[in-house]
């Protein structure tokens, strides 16, 4: 737009944030997206009553040694470990299910109900649009694991003691550091998201049926965590993007182990410049026929 | 240059063409043509009837023209500028329906234009809820608006629809069976907002398959069958050209003496005679036309025409030629009815 004052009416340069925040609001609206987030909510709410029934409210009774998700064992003695054991708990399957939902819908859901043409000719402009619809999907993955880590604290607080948190290192921290490694730790799960999220985004531009591109990056999801669990496969699992998801627990070491993280972020990035460069390829060349 | 808050868009000199295709071309995959060579031209300020059966290629032919789908060869021109390639700057001055209304059923009427003004790069979000109003208004929705979209019924459906076109004054507006689902005082509503919305000096390209209406509101038409473009012109241009091959038109008389009139009207020339009870229907020979026919015999004259029925003791209740509607220019130009396209 070389020739701006040749146009009646300019482009407002905020605009793309107008249709952000236009796109971030109807999103979380929906009566699906609240009940995602109450999923994810209810998750530590289950694992902590049922920690507190399984060890009848005995500080240290969880014991050490046991199978089960991690931290689980640290809970009893310590509520902010709940929120390591919700978040742990729901990164493998509740938050990228509910991430697949919010991202195969993006794309597709506006093409299923006919509203993507009318979007387009506002014109809302396609690059412009995919841009929107993923860091709306982006923002579902942060707020979704601060709900999952704001109930949990919640839980925790509410049914367990509070206190200075013991590292996996084995040193100590205050709880107002521990508060801070928690969000922390939100923070690296939201971002082991931002592959998942692209990936979804991509199938939402291959259809115009909004179910078939949440079921199809669900099943997605669920084949990649099935082949990350085969050991012959050992050579590819290292490109499949949850396969160091639960690196977030070197956040809890003194001092932290960067590399599994650092090869987490690379991998998800990665993720996010493929599949969003084929899904930019796909949408800005596509016949809206719907 | 700072935009002064204008409510009539620019008229850009006259002569100027609101759409222009040449040659405009879809096929779809596996071959088959749904626009075949279409040279279009919308005048600038007309109103402009699209014509044509379901599936002759008049919704290809608009979403060509607004972008959403590639055309295979051939280009557009929509308010002067090359589409798609210049969609971010004549979008904002086109308002569109396509294809019917599609809202966000969760979303209220107002909600719904608020994030269609939101998706507009041009739109001004200080102005947006004053806009929406004064749209909302303008289709009669007012007292809906706090309504969930999902309740509404399909007239009210098209009327939002039509006011996310109106959101903006417009340059050009694209409407795609508009009063689809209306009920017959909506139709007229959206008929008087067409006439007011072209007075004001907005081009409407309306399609259509209600031919009335198109006769009613419509300066120009273009008649697609089969992917093809038959024919464009001013409506009345149109009717004269139907005129012109038939005489006056088809003559129509009415008389409870049907054999006998079919045997004077053949006497003097009328052919195709068809009779359907009292109505005796048929083609006045093409010499009965003004200018007169080179013919030895003089032009006939309508009225002679009657005379004679009547000397031959034929009793006449009603005697005349029928207007060529458009619905005529239509089916001798397709050779068809308005049905599916094959």
């Known amino acids: 737009?070389?020739?701006?004052?040749?146009?009646?009416?300019?482009?407002?340069?905020?605009?793309?944030?107008?249709?952000?925040?236009s796109e971030i609001g109807t999103t979380f609206r929906?009566?699906?997206?609240?009940?995602?987030?109450?999923?994810?909510?209810?998750?530590?709410?289950?694992?902590?009553?049922?920690?507190?029934?399984?060890?009848?409210?005995?500080?240290?009774?969880?014991?050490?040694?046991?199978?089960?998700?991690?931290?689980i064992s640290q809970v009893t003695n310590n509520g902010l470990f709940l929120v390591f054991t919700s978040l742990?708990?729901?990164?493998?399957?509740?938050?990228?299910?509910?991430?697949?939902?919010?991202?195969?819908?993006?794309?597709?859901?506006?093409?299923?109900?006919?509203?993507l043409r009318y979007l387009l000719v506002a014109p809302a402009g396609r690059t412009r649009l995919l841009l929107v619809k993923y860091a709306t999907t982006l923002t579902f993955c942060l707020v979704g694991t601060l709900v999952v880590a704001l109930s949990a604290l919640a839980t925790g607080a509410l049914l367990f003691p509070l206190g200075d948190v013991t590292l996996l290192s084995g040193t100590s921290i205050s709880f107002g550091e521990g508060l801070l490694r928690a969000l922390a730790i939100a923070c690296a799960v939201a971002l082991s998201l931002v592959g998942v999220a692209a990936v979804g985004?991509?199938?939402?531009?291959?259809?115009?049926?909004?179910?078939?591109?949440?079921?199809?990056?669900?099943?997605?999801?669920?084949?990649?965590?099935?082949?990350?669990?085969?050991?012959?496969?050992?050579?590819?699992?290292?490109?499949l993007f949850p396969h160091y998801w639960l690196s977030f627990a070197d956040l809890l070491r003194d001092p932290v182990y960067w590399d599994q993280l650092q090869k987490n972020f690379g991998l998800q990035a990665l993720y996010a410049v493929v599949f969003g460069s084929a899904a930019w390829a796909r949408f800005t060349t596509r016949d809206i026929t719907a | 240059m700072p935009q002064p808050p204008a409510t009539a868009p620019e008229h850009p000199p006259s002569g100027e063409r609101a759409i222009e295709t040449r040659g405009l071309t879809k096929a779809y995959r596996g071959g088959q043509l749904a626009v075949d060579g279409l040279?279009?031209?919308v005048p600038r300020g007309s109103v402009f009837g699209f014509l044509g059966p379901n599936g002759s290629g008049k919704t290809t032919t608009i979403r060509m023209l607004m972008g959403l789908i590639d055309a295979t060869a051939g280009s557009a021109r929509v308010l002067g500028q090359p589409m798609p390639a210049a969609s971010r700057r004549v979008l904002p001055k086109v308002g569109a329906l396509i294809e019917g209304p599609a809202l966000y059923g969760y979303l209220s009427g107002r909600d719904n234009l608020w994030r269609f003004d939101a998706a507009d790069p041009v739109a001004d979000p200080r102005t947006r809820g004053e806009r929406v109003g004064r749209a909302l208004e303008r289709v009669g929705l007012g007292a809906a608006a706090g309504k969930k979209a999902r309740a509404y019924s399909l007239g009210m459906k098209q009327r939002l629809g039509l006011a996310a076109a109106l959101l903006q004054p417009r340059e050009l507006l694209v409407l795609d069976e508009p009063t689809n689902g209306l009920d017959p005082q909506g139709m007229r509503e959206i008929r008087a907002l067409v006439r007011e919305l072209a007075a004001d000096g907005t081009t409407v390209f309306l399609s259509?398959?209600?031919?009335?209406?198109?006769?009613?509101v419509c300066t120009h038409a273009a008649v697609m069958a089969r992917g093809r473009l038959i024919t464009q012109g001013t409506v009345a241009d149109l009717s004269a050209t139907v005129l012109d091959s038939r005489g006056h038109g088809r003559l129509t008389v009415t008389t409870p003496d049907a054999a006998d009139?079919?045997?004077?009207l053949k006497e003097h020339g009328v052919t195709d005679l068809q009779v359907a009870d009292d109505r005796v229907t048929g083609e006045l020979p093409a010499c009965a036309a003004p200018p007169a026919g080179p013919d030895d015999q003089a032009p006939l004259e309508l009225a002679d025409l009657n005379a004679a029925l009547v000397h031959a003791g034929v009793r006449v209740r009603a005697f005349g030629t029928a207007r060529a509607s458009l619905e005529d220019v239509f089916v001798q130009l397709t050779g068809e009815g308005f049905d599916v396209a094959g």
Do not use: C, N
């Open chain 1, 88 to 115: 742990a708990v729901t990164l493998p399957f509740f938050l990228p299910m509910s991430i697949g939902v919010i991202a195969g819908d993006s794309i597709a859901g506006e093409a299923h109900g006919g509203t």
């Open chain 1, 30 to 71: 929906r009566w699906r997206t609240l009940a995602l987030l109450a999923v994810l909510a209810g998750v530590p709410i289950l694992v902590g009553i049922a920690v507190k029934i399984e060890t009848g409210g005995r500080p240290g009774g969880g014991g050490g040694g046991e199978v089960g998700p991690a931290f």
């Open chain 2, 208 to 216: 259509s398959h209600l031919l009335d209406e198109i006769e009613q």
């Open chain 2, 39 to 41: 040279d279009l031209v």
């Open chain 1, 1 to 21: 737009m070389s020739q701006a004052e040749a146009v009646p009416r300019r482009p407002r340069p905020l605009w793309s944030l107008g249709l952000l925040r």
């Open chain 1, 201 to 239: 985004l991509f199938i939402s531009t291959l259809t115009s049926s909004g179910i078939a591109a949440m079921a199809t990056t669900v099943g997605l999801l669920i084949t990649v965590q099935i082949l990350d669990t085969i050991p012959q496969l050992d050579a590819i699992q290292p490109y």
């Open chain 2, 261 to 264: 009139a079919v045997r004077v």
